[in-house]
């Protein structure tokens, strides 16, 4: 899969000198097409339990169903002196908006998923880019997985698990979820998590061992309203480029204004659908 797979640059979106970061951690989450998240660790755990599987299972949904919306704000750094500003909502039960920032804090590019459509509105360019994710529920998931991991990791929203084949194992306070891939020069991914289903970092494995991408927490803060752990800075690893991504400001199960998840097209703009 290319670094374009999926991303919100494979719908028709012309890149800027500001999305460079943007492609890049894009990319990251492309390497998963079977399984998205990976632990990164060379720490072997324990052998693989069903019993694990089952209660961390049941503690990620358990944490989505607590989450109903989330407004953050944040930047991302790409290790060479950039930084994109960013603002990230989501709420339940399928709606997701995404927006990068010019430097004086206006929005540049957004994309927004409305539970059926994604859109992706270009403000420099006046285009507005569409594509229906309705009738594959598989490759909606994978998409918006691609798309919005730019903005937020695992713990703002659940990993993306292979429904069979995955399996866990519990080393102490650190849950180990891993999928053998096995193809594309990638030979598994491993996604870590505490019991109540936090995160705690990815990666994906080459077939020689290097770690081809990944994402590790650097800082998290707990919510008091729900108990939750979110992370609030986390590192991203893409070959020999990493970047940091740090949050600034983020509200939990405050509201989202609906407009935030408007796919409708801007007056002025080129509409084309994908």
């Known amino acids: 899969m290319t670094e374009e797979g999926r991303s919100g640059v494979a719908l028709g979106v012309e890149t800027t000198h500001a999305s460079t970061m943007l492609r890049r ?15 990164c660790t060379d720490d072997k755990p324990a052998g693989p339990d069903p019993g694990v599987l089952a209660a961390v299972t049941t503690a990620l949904k358990s944490r989505m169903d607590t989450i109903h919306d989330v ?14 500003a960013f603002r990230y909502a989501m709420q339940q039960p399928g709606f997701t908006a995404g927006e990068l920032l010019t ?7 957004a994309f927004v998923f409305d539970g059926k459509t994604l859109a992706i509105l270009d403000d420099a360019t006046k285009l ?10 598989e490759g909606m998931l994978l998409t918006l997985h691609d798309v919005f991991a730019t903005f937020v990791c695992e713990g ?56 081809l991408a990944g994402t590790t ?7 008091a309203a729900t108990g939750l752990t979110f992370p609030t800075s986390w590192r991203v690893t893409e070959g020999q480029e990493t970047g940091t991504v ?22 002025g ?4 659908a994908q």
Do not use: C, M
């Not at 951690?25 to 632990?39: M, Y």
């Not at 507005?128 to 529920?137: C, M, R, S, T």
């Open 25 to 39: 951690l894009t990319a990251l989450a492309a390497l998963g097409a079977l399984f998205v998240g990976a632990g």
């Open 103 to 109: 430097p004086t804090g206006e929005r540049a590019r």
């Open 128 to 137: 507005a880019v569409k594509k229906d994710l309705a009738a594959d529920e």
């Open 156 to 211: 703002w929203r659940p990993p993306l698990l292979k429904a069979t084949g995955t399996t866990a194992a519990r080393d102490g306070d650190i849950v180990t979820l891993t999928s053998a891939v096995g193809e594309g020069g990638v030979a598994s991914q491993r996604v870590r998590v505490k019991p109540d289903g936090a995160f705690v970092d990815k990666a994906t494995l080459a077939d020689d061992g290097r770690v």
């Open 246 to 267: 740090t949050l600034s400001t983020w509200r939990i199960n405050q509201g989202v204004p609906a407009a935030r998840f408007s796919t409708a097209t801007p007056a």
């Open 269 to 272: 703009y080129t509409e084309r």
């Open 217 to 223: 927490v650097l800082t998290e803060a707990k919510d």
């Open 71 to 84: 407004d953050v704000e944040g930047s991302i750094d790409d290790g060479h002196g950039q930084r994109l």
